[in-house]
């Protein structure tokens, strides 16, 4: 199975803030990435696919990059409402495997 | 509007079965992969199972492998898992997905609101 790690596991920022979350592959998954952001209570909601095309209503201050084994997540202009637990997933290969999760803490 | 609606979760006893549905509107279902995807209290998303648009392919993780079975309804909208042999583990809340295409190994766009399976005596 291709394993995912995320890091960092939870941080922190400030309004206005640039984070970056970053996502490894255990082996090549060309840019077979998604990412979820997922806030507490609700179901996931579907931001990025391909490594960095965004879905249709998703905010341009979302962007995701890497390919191969090594992707990110950026979030500029941060926001209250975007804390969120974000998670990314690989879909080159099944079984389908998500990461185990970046908390984000607004400040 | 996409819609998902995931019902037909409850508390059951180790080793019961239970079969959640996904009822899915504004869009044309017959044309999209389905997936369901769980999460266990407090811990993160776990892909359990796929299946292509018009139902040929299957796949499943290996911790439902035998136990569940995914089917869909096009003539009605719907989406399916039968989960027998119900254990303690599979306690988590149950979402559907759409799939991003008809068939092939894909990501989400869609998300139900979730249903919840408590598996406990």
């Known amino acids: 199975d291709i394993q995912m790690t995320q890091s960092p596991s939870s941080l922190s920022a400030s309004v206005g803030d640039r984070v970056t979350i970053t996502c490894r592959a255990s082996?090549?998954?060309?840019?077979?990435l998604a990412w979820f952001q997922q806030k507490p209570g609700k179901a996931p909601k579907s931001l990025i696919y391909?490594?960095?095309s965004l879905h249709s209503g998703v905010p341009s201050k979302f962007s995701g990059s890497g390919s191969g084994t090594d992707f990110t997540l950026t979030i500029s202009s941060l926001q209250p409402e975007d804390s969120a637990t974000y998670y990314c997933?690989?879909?080159?290969?099944?079984?389908?495997?998500f990461g185990q999760g970046t908390r984000l803490e607004i400040k | 509007d996409v819609q998902l609606l995931e019902s037909g979760g409850d508390l059951v006893q180790p080793g019961w079965s239970l079969r959640l549905s996904c009822a899915a509107s504004?869009?044309?279902?017959?044309?999209?992969?389905m997936n369901w995807v769980r999460q266990a209290p407090g811990k993160g998303l776990e892909w359990v199972s796929t299946?292509?648009?018009?139902?040929?392919?299957?796949y499943y993780a290996d911790s439902v492998k035998g136990r569940f079975t995914i089917s869909r309804d096009n003539s009605k909208n719907t989406l399916y898992l039968q989960m027998n042999s119900l254990r303690a583990e599979d306690t988590a809340v149950y979402y559907c997905?759409?799939?991003?295409?008809?068939?092939?190994?894909?990501?989400?766009?869609?998300w139900g609101q979730g249903t919840l399976v408590t598996v406990s005596s």
């Open positions: 997905a759409r799939g991003l295409k008809a068939r092939g190994i894909i990501s989400y766009d869609y």
């Open positions: 504004g869009f044309t279902f017959s044309s999209f992969a």
């Open positions: 299946i292509s648009a018009g139902g040929a392919n299957t």
């Open positions: 082996q090549g998954i060309s840019n077979y």
């Open positions: 391909a490594a960095s």
């Open positions: 997933q690989q879909y080159d290969a099944y079984p389908i495997t």
